[in-house]
């Protein structure tokens, strides 16, 4: 059995939108998933595509331990699912959270030369690292010494190398405004570095 964790696939922008393993081999993938990103994390609501028995040892062991979501959120979501409104705010967000991405890549155009964005063909974040690596340890100090917090790429590396440079700039708590007053820090800091 394959298992497939199809996530941030709602939020795709450019380049090929390739379609879950599970479209080609159903009857051997188990295909995860939630509804986090498209509505609310707080909902604690997951979904599992299965071959059908799969999908009955699954139920049986969810049923067992009651480790289920409550049946009014569950009915709920079946609700947004059958009516189509779901859809409708997919497509509300997707534009949204795509004219955020449009808002990073404008904004750092200038600084291409400087630095990557990388991961900007779908998701709720990028990632912005040096091309240089003594030119990313910089930028990370300037956005330390301005009391930025941020996640750098090699906490979530499967190694602690070195080259896992770069920081992420998530954007899915944030309105334009908010993105736009983020992205006017770090180009003030990509200045500065550049600047030296």
Same mark, same amino acid.
């Given at each position: 059995?394959?298992?497939? @964790?199809?996530?941030?696939?709602?939020?795709?922008?450019?380049?090929?939108? %390739? &379609?879950?393993?599970?479209?080609?081999?159903?009857?051997? #993938?188990?295909?995860?998933?939630?509804?986090?990103?498209? =509505?609310? &994390?707080?909902?604690?609501?997951?979904?599992?595509?299965?071959?059908?028995?799969?999908?009955?040892?699954?139920?049986?062991?969810?049923?067992?331990?009651? =480790?289920? =979501?409550?049946?009014?959120?569950?009915?709920?979501?079946?609700?947004?699912?059958?009516?189509?409104?779901?859809?409708?705010? /997919?497509?509300?967000? +997707? +534009?949204?959270?795509?004219?955020?991405?449009?808002? =990073?890549?404008?904004?750092?155009?200038? %600084?291409?030369?400087?630095?990557? /964005?990388?991961?900007?063909?779908?998701?709720?974040?990028?990632?912005?690292?040096?091309?240089?690596?003594?030119?990313?340890?910089?930028? +990370?100090?300037?956005? @330390?010494? +301005?009391?930025?917090?941020?996640?750098?790429?090699?906490?979530?590396?499967? !190694?602690?190398?070195?080259?896992? @440079?770069?920081?992420?700039?998530?954007?899915?708590?944030?309105?334009?405004?908010?993105?736009?007053?983020?992205?006017?820090?770090? #180009?003030?800091?990509?200045?500065?570095?550049? !600047?030296?």
């Amino acid at each position: 059995m394959i298992v497939e @964790n199809e996530y941030d696939c709602e939020f795709h922008y450019a380049g090929t939108r %390739y &379609p879950p393993l599970f479209a080609s081999a159903p009857e051997n #993938t188990l295909l995860l998933s939630t509804f986090a990103k498209a =509505v609310s &994390p707080s909902l604690r609501l997951g979904f599992i595509a299965a071959p059908r028995a799969a999908a009955t040892a699954l139920a049986a062991h969810i049923e067992r331990e009651r =480790v289920h =979501v409550s049946w009014p959120v569950q009915k709920i979501i079946e609700t947004l699912l059958v009516s189509g409104e779901l859809d409708k705010h /997919l497509r509300r967000v +997707r +534009r949204h959270y795509g004219a955020m991405r449009d808002l =990073v890549r404008r904004r750092l155009a200038d %600084y291409f030369g400087e630095i990557d /964005l990388r991961g900007d063909e779908g998701g709720l974040h990028v990632v912005v690292a040096g091309r240089e690596r003594a030119f990313d340890l910089e930028l +990370r100090k300037a956005l @330390n010494s +301005r009391g930025i917090v941020f996640n750098e790429v090699r906490e979530f590396a499967s !190694s602690t190398m070195e080259e896992s @440079n770069g920081f992420l700039l998530g954007y899915a708590h944030m309105d334009l405004s908010d993105l736009s007053a983020a992205l006017d820090e770090l #180009t003030t800091c990509i200045q500065r570095c550049y !600047s030296r």
